[in-house]
């Protein structure tokens, strides 16, 4: 047992930085208080998000309390939060379990396959625990508040927090660890993970489907009678989608009576079976598939003489320094399922609800009447702008581009391309597949809706138009602070501040520009045109900052 705290401890130390952080402490008293700053201006950033999303957790809980289905909202976060780790865990514990740097020295320590398992499933859980505060915290204090609840609940909702990635995260890890003991994969890691991905997407897809073709249907009188008269109906109703989330929901519901500790009990055996179940599996196989987890295979061909003539033709240095960045993107598992999977997978899961209930005869959608006005289509296309601005803002493209070379980025200095032109080629490669995410989109939009035109026209050229600013200060942010020193691809990406940065940039920017439309502009057209004046007035003061400022600091930059 002390083998593995110790484990978990150093691997906790590493994971979040806290060694690098010592260090800079011990040649400057500031480096604490920087990390203190950065904490404070995050936090005052998405505090106008938080406090959004706990007006419509407390509207909600007064729409709910005089039928008695307050209890919902929390049904509702718990099931979200549990989704949410399940699908997005599957990506970290591909690669922290089996791909990061220090995987393969674990192997020659004394320790069995339970305690490195367990301890890298440790630091998962912690990650977890920041990912799920900003989604769980609101609607656990509003109902403890509003519902003048008493110690009891309390005590609960802080247990329920800790339990509550245990579940989803061993249902993640389980089919992992099997796959990668006995599909023999090891030896060809990338396919492996980005076949990972897509299976995701798939899972997500299916999932997707299976919620909304099974959902209820507000209309029936039976299920109204059940929303005035059961208390638990509405919950029940949520909980079908996770169903642990009921056990826990209703200790918190009725936190003063005898049966929510039997509850929190049942909710707590089902996390904890889970996680030994996971952590059981993981001894047997654990090690037997990450042995050959770092290996990679090569072809060998016989090169004949019309190859040595392909290979000798040249292509203009932009293009060539643009495919590195695509191929860079496609190829290496964690970028590709970080950066790329973004564009697909968003646009999809957020199609999906509105394909499937369009297709309910029973259902009327309420854009049908909306589309039909010009305050309508102006509503829906700021909408789709806003979906692809931020679309573009998080999909950590050119947020991370020169995060990504990491201890590989002296090559840039002396390849015989211009710094701009390398800028240019990033940004490129940003655009493409922001390009990507506005298509599909779009597409969804024509699929879901009667969309003339004209009115497809706009959108598209402001979407075109608007993602053109927030790739531009993805790089700038990179190229300002990038994370140059990292062990494994994934914290490239996954523990790189300039992608929230980049999304705070495209929420302020988008948010003051389709609010302006909202609140003052009712024409299409006239929106349109304003739209694209103000991205194309900030696309332009940021190219100057990227050619001047830019430009200036990636000369300073060491590899």
């Known amino acids: 047992m002390n083998r593995f705290l110790t484990l978990v401890k150093t691997l906790m130390i590493n994971s979040f930085g806290i060694s690098a952080i010592r260090a800079k402490a011990k040649k400057s008293n500031l480096a604490y208080l920087k990390v203190l700053g950065l904490g404070t201006a995050i936090?005052?950033?998405v505090s106008?998000?938080?406090?959004?999303?706990?007006?419509?957790?407390?509207?909600?809980?007064?729409?709910?309390?005089?039928?008695?289905?307050?209890g919902a909202i929390l049904i509702l976060s718990i099931v979200m939060v549990s989704t949410m780790i399940f699908f997005f865990g599957i990506f970290y514990i591909i690669n922290f379990f089996y791909f990061a740097a220090d995987a393969q020295n674990l192997l020659a320590l004394p320790l069995s396959g339970w305690q490195v398992m367990g301890a890298r499933f440790s630091v998962v859980i912690a990650y977890e625990y920041l990912t799920q505060l900003p989604f769980l915290l609101p609607p656990l204090?509003?109902?403890?508040?509003k519902s003048e609840a008493d110690l009891t609940y309390w005590l609960y909702a802080l247990i329920g927090f800790l339990l509550i990635p245990l579940l989803p995260l061993s249902l993640a890890t389980l089919p992992t660890v099997i796959v990668m003991r006995f599909a023999n994969l090891g030896r060809r890691k990338d396919l492996f993970k980005i076949l990972g991905g897509l299976m995701v997407i798939s899972i997500a897809i299916g999932y997707q489907f299976l919620f909304q073709k099974s959902g209820f249907n507000a209309t029936d009188p039976v299920f109204l009678q059940n929303l005035l008269t059961d208390q638990d109906s509405l919950v029940n109703l949520i909980s079908r989608f996770f169903p642990s989330a009921k056990y826990l929901g209703l200790a918190?519901?009725?936190?003063?009576?005898?049966?929510?500790?039997?509850?929190?009990?049942?909710?707590?055996?089902?996390s904890l079976l889970a996680v030994a179940l996971a952590w059981l599996v993981g001894d047997k196989l654990y090690f037997k598939g990450l042995v050959g987890s770092s290996?990679?295979?090569?072809?060998?061909?016989m090169l004949t003489s019309s190859d040595y003539e392909r290979l000798g033709q040249g292509s203009p240095a932009l293009i060539s320094y643009f495919r590195k960045e695509m191929r860079l993107l496609i190829r290496v598992p964690s970028y590709f399922m970080n950066c790329v999977l973004t564009n697909l997978l968003i646009p999809v899961l957020l199609i999906i609800p509105f394909l499937v209930q369009s297709h309910n005869e029973e259902v009327v959608m309420p854009w049908v009447e909306l589309i039909s006005q010009p305050q309508g289509?102006?509503?829906?296309?700021?909408?789709?702008?806003?979906?692809?601005?931020?679309?573009?803002g998080s999909n950590a493209i050119t947020a991370?581009?020169?995060?990504?070379?990491?201890?590989?980025f002296f090559i840039s200095k002396y390849i015989p391309l211009s710094y701009k032109r390398q800028i240019m080629a990033k940004l490129l490669s940003g655009y493409v597949f922001g390009f990507i995410g506005v298509v599909l989109l779009l597409l969804g939009a024509v699929i879901l809706m009667p969309l003339d035109i004209a009115l497809i026209g706009m959108i598209l050229a402001v979407s075109l138009v608007a993602i053109v600013p927030i790739v531009q200060a993805g790089l700038l942010i990179d190229i300002f602070r990038p994370k140059l020193d990292w062990d494994n691809e994934q914290k490239a990406v996954k523990q790189n501040l300039n992608v929230l940065f980049s999304i705070l940039f495209s929420i302020l920017l988008g948010g003051a520009v389709l609010y302006t439309v909202l609140r003052f502009i009712h024409s299409p057209t006239l929106a349109a045109i304003f739209m694209v004046?103000?991205?194309?007035?900030?696309?332009?003061?940021?190219?100057?900052?990227?050619?001047?400022?830019?430009?200036?600091?990636y000369r300073k930059l060491e590899g």
């Open 141 to 145: 204090l509003i109902y403890g508040i």
């Open 377 to 392: 289509q102006t509503i829906l296309m700021v909408v789709i702008v806003g979906a692809v601005i931020f679309l573009a």
């Open 400 to 408: 991370t581009s020169l995060s990504r070379e990491g201890q590989e």
């Open 43 to 45: 936090a005052a950033a």
């Open 533 to 553: 004046c103000c991205f194309s007035l900030a696309a332009v003061v940021l190219y100057y900052l990227l050619m001047t400022k830019g430009i200036e600091q």
């Open 48 to 70: 106008p998000s938080l406090w959004l999303y706990s007006k419509i957790i407390i509207e909600g809980f007064d729409l709910l309390a005089p039928i008695n289905q307050q």
């Open 252 to 270: 918190l519901i009725s936190a003063d009576k005898i049966a929510s500790l039997i509850n929190l009990l049942i909710f707590a055996g089902v």
């Open 295 to 301: 290996e990679t295979t090569a072809r060998r061909k």
